[in-house]
């Protein structure tokens, strides 16, 4: 199947890097699921932006889904894909006016498609806002139906970047979590996985127990973890490193590449 899939500067979504003309595969044992492994994209050119912010460092590819696909709403994932050529800004502004621009009734703005909607490049009925998909939504990036707030995909989710189905508050996947960065079902609070839970969980560390919880966790070492990411280490950040809950110089060079071992 052809498609479309955004990326930031340098050919990354989501941490991960791509390469225009190679071809990625899950890995043997890992099953595809929306929204948790995969390789995203859509089908439609003018949907990728309910999933992916438009910016001056955002790119699109033409891609070849070659695996098994799985589809929800405008969204399909792969196990399989070829990034297979990037557009110009010119390329996919043509792209997109010859194949999506307003189509239906009562529709303001551009590239809408579906009725009374309003804003920009809206598809489905009577969305607001910017880059929706579905119907009723309103904000920004929303897919699916009756979403409210920004970048929600599933179903009747309020708040901001929630994934699912009737979540509130923000960063939640699963359905029904209140909070933020709940997973699972019916969770209240912070950073919950699981059901039912109303307090916020402590975190593990290089595979052990610890007793700070993920909040406390992300005011102290946020900043750290996001130059550890980048690869953008500055002085007194090796021994910020090491004073990491359960430090293991072995773990830590197995999933970040750079090496403390002899330090240790």
């Not at 990034?83 to 010119?90: G, L, P, R």
């Not at 699916?144 to 939640?172: E, Q, V």
Request: charged fraction near 25%; include cysteine.
């Amino acid at each position: 199947m052809k498609g479309y899939k955004a990326f930031d500067l340098g050919w990354k979504c989501r941490d991960f890097q791509y390469e225009i003309g190679k071809t990625y595969e899950l890995p043997e044992g890992q099953e595809l699921k929306m929204c948790q492994c995969g390789f995203h994209f859509c089908k439609n050119p003018i949907d990728v932006f309910a999933y992916y912010p438009f910016t001056d460092n955002t790119l699109v590819a033409e891609i070849e889904a070659l695996g098994d696909i799985k589809q929800e709403g405008t969204k399909f994932v792969t196990d399989k894909i070829k990034i297979v050529k990037e557009f110009t800004d010119e390329e996919l502004q043509e792209l997109i006016r010859n194949g999506n621009c307003n189509s239906g009734c009562y529709n303001s703005g551009d590239f809408n498609s579906g009725r009374c909607n309003s804003g920009d490049h809206n598809s489905g009925d009577y969305n607001s806002g910017t880059y929706n998909s579905g119907d009723r939504n309103s904000g920004n990036y929303n897919s699916g139906c009756c979403n409210s707030g920004k970048c929600n995909s599933g179903w009747h989710n309020s708040g901001d970047l929630n994934s699912g189905d009737y979540n509130s508050g923000d960063y939640n996947s699963g359905y029904h979590n209140s909070g933020y960065h709940n997973s699972g079902y019916f969770n209240k609070g912070n950073w919950n996985s699981g059901i039912f839970n109303t307090d916020e969980p402590t975190i593990r560390a290089f595979n052990k127990p610890t007793n700070i919880k993920m909040t406390d966790f992300t005011v102290k070492f946020r900043e750290l973890i996001n130059r550890i990411s980048n690869n953008t280490l500055i002085d007194g950040d090796i021994e910020l490193i090491k004073s990491l809950p359960n430090f293991d110089a072995k773990i830590f060079l197995e999933i970040t590449g750079i090496d403390l071992t002899e330090d240790e």
